[in-house]
C-alpha cells in the first residue's frame, strides 16, 4: 500500500531541505501569498535532488494576509492573479526540464472553492487549461472536487495530517487553539484511521466519512520535521510507503 505525503513549501520558512526527505509531493507558493522567482527556483531544486513531484500552490494575491483571508475581487483580476502566478512557476519549472504534477489553491482560496459553487465554477474555469496533464488537489466531497470531475480533470482527495476537523469534514479555523495536531503519534493516529476506515474523528468526536489520496503536513507548522519524519517511520511499520 502507498500513499502520497505532500508539504506547502516555498513560503519563506527556509526549511524545505529538511522537510523534502519525508515527502513525496511539493506545493510551492508562486507569487500570490509568498514566493518569487528565487524562492520558487530554489524549491524546484530540492524538489528534483529529493525526487519529490512538483505543483503550484496559487493563491489570492494577499501577501499581506499570506492568502488566508478571502479577496472580494472580480473574476478578471483573480484570472490576471492565478495566470501570471502559474505562468512564473511554469517558467522555473522549464528551466529545470520539469512539468507541473499538480495545482492545489493555497489558505483561504483553497477554502472558498471547497464550499462554494460559483467560486469553484470560476476556478475552474481559470485553471482548466493549465490542468490537461496534471492533477488538481481538493477536499473530499467539496464542490471543487464535483466541478472538476465533471470537467474531466484528474483530482487527488487530500486530507491533512496535521489539522483537526470540524463535524462538517471543515478545518477547524486557525483561530482557535485546537486547530492544529502537534503531538506526532496523534497524527500518525488521524492519518491511519483516515487510511484504513475512509472516516475521520473530528474534534467533536463524531466520524464522518473522508477519502484520502494524499496528506498534507504544512510546512510551517512548529514542529514539522518532527511530525514528517515520524509519519514515515510509523507508516513504514505499517507496511505504508510513501510515494505518488
Known amino acids: 500500500m502507498k ?15 529538511l522537510i523534502m526527505p519525508f515527502i513525496s509531493s511539493c506545493s510551492i507558493a508562486c507569487g500570490g501569498h509568498f514566493g518569487d522567482k528565487k524562492t520558487i527556483d530554489k524549491s524546484i531544486q530540492l524538489a528534483v535532488e529529493n525526487n519529490v513531484f512538483i505543483g503550484a500552490h496559487p ?15 472580480s473574476e478578471e483580476a483573480l484570472k490576471e492573479s492565478i495566470e501570471g502566478q502559474l505562468e512564473l512557476f511554469l517558467v522555473c519549472m522549464a528551466n529545470f526540464n ?5 495545482i492545489k489553491p493555497h489558505g483561504a482560496l483553497y477554502n472558498l472553492i471547497a464550499t462554494d459553487k ?13 490542468v ?5 488537489y481538493v477536499p473530499y466531497a467539496s464542490e471543487i472536487a464535483t466541478i472538476a470531475l465533471a470537467h474531466q480533470i484528474k483530482i487527488k482527495y487530500e486530507a491533512f495530517a496535521d489539522r483537526n476537523y470540524n463535524e462538517d469534514a471543515s478545518l477547524v479555523s486557525r483561530d482557535h487553539e485546537n486547530a492544529l495536531i502537534l503531538n506526532p503519534k496523534k497524527v500518525v493516529e488521524h492519518v491511519l484511521h483516515i487510511i484504513k476506515m475512509n472516516k ?3 474534534f467533536s468526536g463524531i ?14 507548522t512548529e514542529n514539522v520535521i518532527e511530525i514528517a519524519s515520524f509519519l514515515m517511520d510509523e507508516l513504514k511499520k505499517k507496511g505504508i510507503a510513501i510515494e505518488s
Do not use: W
Not at 493563491?59 to 475581487?73: A, H, Q, V
Not at 520539469?98 to 499538480?102: C, R
Not at 460559483?118 to 493549465?130: G, L
Open 132 to 136: 490537461k496533464d496534471c492533477f488538481l
Open 207 to 220: 466520524v464522518k466519512e473522508l477519502k484520502a489520496d494524499t496528506f498534507c503536513v504544512h510546512g510551517d
Open 3 to 17: 500513499i502520497d505525503v505532500n508539504c506547502d513549501v516555498g513560503e519563506g520558512m527556509n526549511n524545505e531541505h
Open 200 to 202: 475521520v474523528k473530528t
Open 98 to 102: 520539469q512539468k507541473m504534477h499538480h
Open 59 to 73: 493563491s489570492f494575491p494577499d501577501k499581506s494576509n499570506f492568502g488566508r483571508k478571502i479577496l472580494d475581487i
Open 118 to 130: 460559483k467560486e469553484a465554477q470560476k476556478f475552474i474555469r481559470i485553471i482548466k487549461k493549465y
